[in-house]
């Protein structure tokens, strides 16, 4: 069974850092691609950052870019938030998504954790 598990939000100050872990189980990367969503009060859930299946490689969204950075490992994904802003307050969720890359018809979605960047 597939499952996603994620851990680590919390609230922190502006200009702070936190770290999102997902861990997963019952799926391998080789055929699902795996990443991050958000979704903030009143806004639409959008990507953040995402490995795809087919080429392994990491995308960030635009507004992350140079702040977020995806890591891995066997057992887990992790996203590192560097000079976080107030507008990154969200619930983040992991995905995994067997289209190779992270869509928001994603197959499967964590619970959430949520992220608040507060003084």
């Known amino acids: 069974q597939l499952q996603l598990v994620e851990s680590g939000g919390g609230l922190v100050q502006p200009g702070g850092s936190l770290t999102l872990s997902c861990a997963f189980s019952g799926f391998t990367l080789d055929y699902y691609a795996i990443g991050w969503f958000r979704q903030a009060p009143g806004k639409e859930r959008e990507g953040v950052s995402c490995?795809?299946?087919?080429?392994?490689n990491t995308y960030y969204a635009s507004p992350v870019k140079g702040r977020f950075t995806m890591s891995r490992d066997q057992k887990k994904v992790y996203l590192q938030m560097d000079s976080l802003k107030p507008e990154d307050t969200a619930i983040y969720y992991c995905?995994?998504?067997?289209?190779?890359?992270?869509?928001?018809?994603?197959?499967?979605w964590g619970q959430g954790t949520q992220v608040t960047v507060s003084s």
């Open positions: 995905v995994a998504d067997s289209h190779g890359t992270c869509t928001r018809a994603a197959d499967h």
């Open positions: 490995i795809g299946s087919r080429d392994g």
